[in-house]
């Protein structure tokens, strides 16, 4: 009976990253949040936090120079860094959507090279697959790499591209072979000062302020034939394999912001006094805090079995991805509304957290796919018989 409730429990080694991951945001990130949020500024201070304890990008390989982490692992830091700072988490995460590509699919050459400088805090990796008339129908996009002697010369855009501008290096998805249709789309490298490449705007958002939203705008592009990531024609199954494991990290930041919302419901209740005694005594008080508490737990059980899915490669990762970040963003908006709720109208200031953590709380219900083509997803794979119940 024990060995079954082991399975259950997490590892000493996880256990401990989370402490020291929670004590690092508590110091060094936390302190940050309102004001990063408030000027709309990436969040310097808690990268440098980040890097310096090696929680910037664990994903990547020890071979690499880097932390080793597996995705359970990877999953808690998003998580600790979102409980504290939604817009910080997006560097871990993005991180890991940027170079996991290279990971499923690039050359040793092409990961010797671009994975090194992540893993070394000297570099940030970003991920374009979206354009602006390509959202969820991913295939049909326009970006175009046409082929020019020993390279590629790429024209189009991409929209919505998570810390553009910050980061030095781009996934990119562009179409190589227009006849072809999905196999006729092909992932590149793309490079902070590649001539032809620059950004848009920044984006004025609802949430996750302080990590800066842009256009990917390429202007004949120039790229070498070595930044070719995988085979000619794999560029949209690569893409889709990366975000079969990368939902899973946005469940993770979901389940964090929904978390820090909890603490701090839960601690304000205790505080606030109404008719005489803390409103923590109202059952109806205590009834919502129950409903968040177990969302949250829920949603984090479902995003740990989807880590280790993706930690295995599992056939069963894509529901499982797909569940898992759906489940976890429709709770954390769930949460973090109540949490507005249980503040009164202090809830609705910027005197307190919960506002902008309902506000950050949104997106996950929409990048990385929205939630209503995550349950497109689930439903293919029931059908198609890759899971069952």
């Known amino acids: 009976m024990d060995a079954e409730f082991d399975l259950y429990r997490l590892s000493e080694e996880h256990e401990a990253i989370r402490g020291a991951v929670r004590d690092i945001c508590?110091?060094?990130?936390?302190?940050?949040?309102?004001?990063?949020?408030?000027?709309?500024?990436?969040?310097?201070?808690?990268?440098?936090a980040l890097r310096s304890a090696d929680f910037h990008a664990p994903h990547i390989p020890s071979e690499y120079g880097g932390a080793g982490a597996d995705a359970l692992a990877t999953c808690i830091v998003i998580e600790e860094v979102?409980?504290?700072c939604a817009s910080t988490s997006l560097i871990p995460a993005v991180n890991k959507l940027g170079t996991m590509p290279l990971l499923l699919a690039g050359s040793p050459e092409l990961r010797a090279r671009y994975l090194p400088p992540v893993a070394a805090g000297e570099a940030m990796f970003s991920y374009g697959l979206s354009e602006r008339e390509a959202g969820s129908d991913t295939a049909s996009m326009t970006t175009r790499a046409v082929k020019d002697g020993?390279?590629?010369?790429?024209?189009?855009?991409?929209?919505?591209i998570t810390n553009a501008g910050v980061s030095q290096y781009y996934t990119v998805m562009a179409v190589t072979d227009p006849d072809a249709g999905s196999r006729g789309i092909s992932a590149f490298v793309v490079e902070d000062g590649d001539d032809g490449f620059s950004y848009g705007a920044l984006e004025r958002k609802l949430g996750i302020k302080g990590s800066p939203t842009r256009e990917l705008l390429f202007d004949k592009c120039w790229i070498p034939q070595s930044r070719l990531v995988g085979e000619l024609g794999q560029g949209l199954r690569i893409a889709l394999r990366t975000l079969d494991h990368t939902r899973v990290t946005i469940g993770a930041q979901a389940v964090g912001i929904a978390a820090g919302a909890v603490a701090a419901a839960t601690a304000y209740v205790q505080e606030r006094q109404q008719f005489g005694r803390p409103i923590a005594d109202f059952q109806g008080v205590q009834f919502m805090l129950a409903d968040m508490a177990m969302k949250v737990e829920a949603a984090r059980q479902l995003v740990y079995r989807a880590a280790a899915a993706s930690?295995?490669?599992?056939?069963?990762?894509?529901?499982?991805?797909?569940?898992?970040?759906?489940f976890a963003s429709d709770a954390a908006m769930q949460v973090t509304t109540d949490a507005v709720q249980l503040?009164?109208?202090?809830?609705?200031?910027?005197?307190?957290?919960v506002e902008r953590m309902m506000r950050d709380?949104?997106?996950?219900?929409?990048y990385e796919g929205t939630n209503q083509i995550q349950r497109m997803v689930m439903a293919r794979q029931l059908l198609k018989g890759v899971v069952s119940f």
């Open 26 to 48: 508590t110091d060094k990130v936390a302190p940050h949040a309102a004001e990063v949020d408030e000027s709309a500024r990436f969040p310097q201070a808690s990268y440098d």
């Open 82 to 84: 979102a409980r504290a």
């Open 150 to 160: 020993d390279g590629w010369v790429l024209s189009g855009q991409k929209s919505w």
């Open 311 to 326: 930690e295995r490669d599992e056939a069963s990762l894509g529901f499982l991805g797909a569940a898992a970040k759906c």
């Open 343 to 353: 503040f009164g109208g202090y809830g609705y200031t910027r005197d307190y957290p």
């Open 361 to 366: 709380a949104k997106i996950t219900q929409i």
